[in-house]
């Protein structure tokens, strides 16, 4: 069965790190693209971050850049979040997902995210 | 925020339609595809439409997508109490250093 599994959330204080993992399951994890997509209580998805398959490209929303990091090990089948410099604003529940592109011609589009985990809880506050 | 505005929420009666409308710019929609994401209430997203209007295997029929120029839509025909959800529209945008975008959300309730 083609599985992601969050991990790492909790309860932490403004200014404080949380490293979230990802483990992968059911497929090959080496060959996609993968993302982590928050969701903060009562508001809708936003996305955070993705890496490329060797982990050599890397895309962060404004809100994270320079505070969160994106990686991957693709020997452990695993992605991981590291984030720093917590704020009350960062306080949602992070999703992993798969990433989708397909290549039309000479252009790489953006197909989705087909596959989610179930998500884990960061919560910032003091 | 997000760039890509949907209406916050439409309703139809069981059986009925609804659309849901997706509209962005030329660093998004205009120039990439756009998928589509149902979210059951206290559930992780799921994705109900990719590359504008292909349904993944186990999406039924009832669920539609299509894309003109800088806006998307969904259409939910013969529509179910199980289709009570928040729906979601996705995309890349290639402006700036890139990132991906979704919509700001659409609660569909079943009268």
């Known amino acids: 069965e083609v599985q992601l599994v969050e991990s790492g959330g909790g309860l932490v204080q403004p200014g404080g790190s949380l490293r979230l993992s990802c483990a992968a399951s059911g497929f090959t994890f080496s060959n996609y693209w993968v993302t982590w997509v928050r969701q903060a209580p009562g508001t809708g998805l936003e996305w955070v971050a993705n890496?490329?398959?060797?982990?050599?490209?890397?895309y962060y929303v404004d809100s994270v850049r320079g505070r969160f990091t994106i990686s991957r090990d693709n020997a452990k089948n695993s992605l991981y979040l590291q984030m720093n410099s917590l704020r009350a604003e960062d306080t949602a529940v992070y999703y992993c997902a798969r990433d989708r592109w397909v290549v039309v011609g000479a252009t790489t589009l953006y197909y989705g995210m087909d596959v989610w985990g179930q998500g884990t809880t960061v919560t910032v506050s003091s | 925020q997000s760039v890509l505005t949907q209406p916050p929420s439409v309703s139809a009666a069981p059986g009925q339609k609804v659309t849901i409308s997706c509209s962005g710019s030329?660093?998004?929609?205009?120039?990439?595809?756009v998928s589509w994401y149902q979210q059951l209430p206290g559930t992780a997203p799921k994705l109900l439409i990719y590359?504008?209007?292909k349904r993944p295997s186990g999406i039924p029929d009832r669920f539609s997508g299509s894309k003109s120029g800088t806006s998307a839509t969904l259409g939910i025909t013969g529509l179910q109490t199980g289709d009570e959800a928040d729906y979601y529209c996705?995309?890349?945008?290639?402006?700036?250093?890139?990132?991906?975008?979704f919509g700001t959300g659409t609660k569909v309730t079943v009268l």
């Open positions: 996705g995309t890349w945008d290639s402006s700036l250093s890139g990132r991906g975008v």
């Open positions: 890496i490329k398959q060797d982990g050599s490209e890397k």
């Open positions: 590359e504008n209007n």
């Open positions: 030329s660093s998004n929609i205009g120039n990439n595809y």
